[in-house]
Structures are given as C-alpha cells and as structure tokens.
T-cell receptor, first 107, second 112 residues
Framework: GIQVEQSPPDLILQEGANSTLRCNFSDSVNNLQWFHQNPWGQLINLFYIPSGTKQNGRLSATTVATERYSLLYISSSQTTDSGVYFCAVASAGKSTFGDGTTLTVKP | KAGVTQTPRYLIKTRGQQVTLSCSPISGHRSVSWYQQTPGQGLQFLFEYFSETQRNKGNFPGRFSGRQFSNSRSEMNVSTLELGDSALYLC???????????FGPGTRLTVT
C-alpha cells in the first residue's frame, strides 16, 4: 500500500516563530488532507489540498502531486497551535495517515 | 450543518466482551469510514461504507465488523475484545469518492 512519511516527528518552537511541516507519499493519490489533532483527540480539518496552494490565516499548504509531497506552513506560531499535525492521503478508496508531527509552541 | 457525532464517547469493557460503536455522519454524506488510533500503531483505516455497502477494508481481523443503515448512520462492532483493542475509534464522513473527510470526536474504548 501507499506509504506516508511526515517530518519532522517533533518540533519545538518559541511563540512567534514560523515552521514548515512536510508530508511525503509514495504513489499517486486522489486527495490529500492536513489535520490538527487537539488534546481531546478531535481531528480538525486544516486543508483539503490534492494539488496547488491554499492559505487560511496564518496557515498555508502546498501540494506538488507530481513530486509526491505536501508542505504545511505555520507562521507566527501561537501556543494554541500546539498538538499533532497529520497528513492523510486517499488512494483507491483507502486513506492512509502519516505518523504525525508533534508541535510544541512555548510562550 | 451538524458535525459528525459518535456515541458513546467513552467505554470500558472487559476482555472477551463485544462492543458496538455508533457514528452519525454529516447530513447528506453517504460515505462513512472508521479508524483506530493507538499510540503504537497510529491512525489505521478499518473500513469504509457507502450506500450501505462496505466499499473498502483495511487489514484488521474479522472480529472487527461494521454496517451502514439507509440513513447513512454506521455502526462498528468488535467481538471477543482483547486488551490491544483499547484505542480511540474515529469515524469520518464524506460526500464523494475522492473525498474530503470530516471526523467525529471519537469513542475512547478501554479494555480491561
């Protein structure tokens, strides 16, 4: 099956810093999503981005489908950005999640 | 629109018992997928139902089963519970085949 790798696995930032999270996938996909999992386990939709670039406030994402990677940018990070960020890809009707990047933003 | 709902939110069961979890998708969504999240294995796909039919299945033993009703609500059942079944079970709904998934809050199952 398709492999999804996220990097870095852990990231610690000071409030106000910027960061880039990466998601590599091993095969062509129908779609790609980024999620933020809050401390209670809820997965919050950030972006649905099978290709191209999208922005939502301090967050933006870019997927280069031909090169099989996606990037999530977080600018001016805040403590509330802490948590685990997942990318998930769908292929042949199945979704595969990466192992996530755990982000800690310190005040 | 109301979001995806899951019941119950928390559950404690004993080894050997069975359990049924419920998921109500976003109104109009016909696809429901189930996932298991554990610290060791991460988020793993269990199965997907679309219009009452199981359309895709992950690599889980037959103890894990599911179904979908005509109103798109879905249930998953785990029989003969094992300690390793302790996990957060998440369901997601979407409205098309190349879908954007929306997740419910999850059911946290503890097997003792």
């Amino acid at each position: 099956g398709i492999q999804v790798e996220q990097s870095p696995p852990d990231l610690i930032l000071q409030e106000g810093a910027n960061s880039t999270l990466r998601c590599n996938f091993s095969d062509s996909v129908n779609n790609l999503q980024w999620f933020h999992q809050n401390p209670w386990g809820q997965l919050i939709n950030l972006f649905y981005i099978p290709s191209g670039t999208k922005q939502n406030g301090r967050l933006s994402a870019t997927t280069v489908a031909t090169e099989r990677y996606s990037l999530l940018y977080i600018s001016s990070s805040q403590t509330t950005d802490s948590g685990v960020y997942f990318c998930a890809v769908a292929s042949a009707g199945k979704s595969t999640f990466g192992d996530g990047t755990t982000l800690t933003v310190k005040p | 629109k109301a979001g995806v709902t899951q019941t119950p939110r928390y559950l404690i069961k004993t080894r050997g018992q069975q359990v049924t979890l419920s998921c109500s998708p976003i109104s109009g969504h016909r696809s429901v997928s189930w996932y298991q999240q554990t610290p060791g294995q991460g988020l793993q796909f269990l199965f997907e139902y679309f219009s009452e039919t199981q359309r895709n299945k992950g690599n889980f033993p037959g103890r894990f089963s599911g179904r979908q009703f005509s109103n798109s609500r879905s249930e998953m059942n785990v029989s003969t519970l094992e300690l390793g079944d302790s996990a957060l079970y998440l369901c997601a709904s979407s409205d098309s085949i190349a879908y954007e998934q929306y997740f419910g809050p999850g059911t946290r199952l503890t097997v003792t």
